[in-house]
């Protein structure tokens, strides 16, 4: 299995933009998590699906974020607008039972 | 006060030295328990599970104490390859989200 693809490694968008980050969970995964890390925050939790139902989404910072998993394979995390504190790396992951897998991670630069 | 309270260190040790890492956690409702590693640039990955009776693997010992809630992680005969962030993590119950701390950065110096 090639684990949790996440797309793109790394993005750098200006201010006002649309960025949109991917994620492919292992397959037969039935959780999918994400995830933003900063220096001052550490890894908070934004949202999570499960069996591609969101279940709780109290982690994402405001109506800007949005998130939606129209299929067990797939799920998109998009900022619109974009802003310059959304600057971070972005993980998705996923589970099944007690194994979580992270996936490497999308690093986004908002100028 | 977060769920998850590590010393972010960092930890700077010899090559051999032995380096002990704590953490507290809230919420009493937690019922799995874990270390992960996390190189620069890297995602986390499992180190490895904490239980009640306590759990070794190699070089790493890691303990558990529900009644303080508190979890620990043991490294003996640190390796320049262990250097990286250690978190501490949490959570309710199976497919729940994992709750982390904001880590412990070790460096072993040779």
């Known amino acids: 299995d090639a684990g949790v693809i996440q797309s793109p490694r790394h993005e750098v968008t200006e201010m006002g933009q649309e960025v949109t980050l991917r994620c492919k969970p292992i397959?037969?995964?039935?959780?999918l998590f994400w995830y933003r890390q900063t220096m001052m925050r550490g890894l908070e939790l934004l949202i999570y699906f499960n069996n591609n139902v969101p279940i709780d989404d109290s982690g994402m910072p405001e109506d800007r974020f949005s998130a939606k998993m129209p299929n067990a394979s797939f799920s998109t995390l998009k900022i619109q607008p974009s802003e310059p504190r959304d600057s971070a790396v972005y993980f998705c992951a996923s589970s099944l039972s007690r194994g979580y897998t992270f996936g490497s991670g999308t690093r986004l630069t908002v100028v | 006060r977060k769920e998850v309270e590590q010393d972010p260190g960092p930890f700077n040790v010899p090559e051999g030295a032995t380096v002990a890492f704590n953490c507290t956690y809230s919420?009493?409702?937690?019922?799995?328990f874990f270390w992960y590693r996390q190189d620069c640039r890297k995602e986390p990955k499992l180190l490895m599970s904490?239980?009640?009776s306590g759990n070794e693997d190699g070089r790493f010992t890691a303990q558990l104490n529900r009644a303080s809630q508190y979890i620990s992680l043991l490294i003996r005969d640190s390796k320049l390859s262990d250097s990286a962030t250690y978190l501490c993590?949490?959570?309710?119950?199976?497919?729940?989200?994992?709750?982390f701390g904001k880590g412990t950065r070790l460096s072993v110096i040779a």
């Open positions: 397959s037969g995964h039935n959780s």
């Open positions: 919420n009493s409702a937690s019922q799995s």
């Open positions: 904490v239980y009640s």
């Open positions: 993590v949490v959570a309710t119950f199976e497919n729940t989200p994992l709750v």
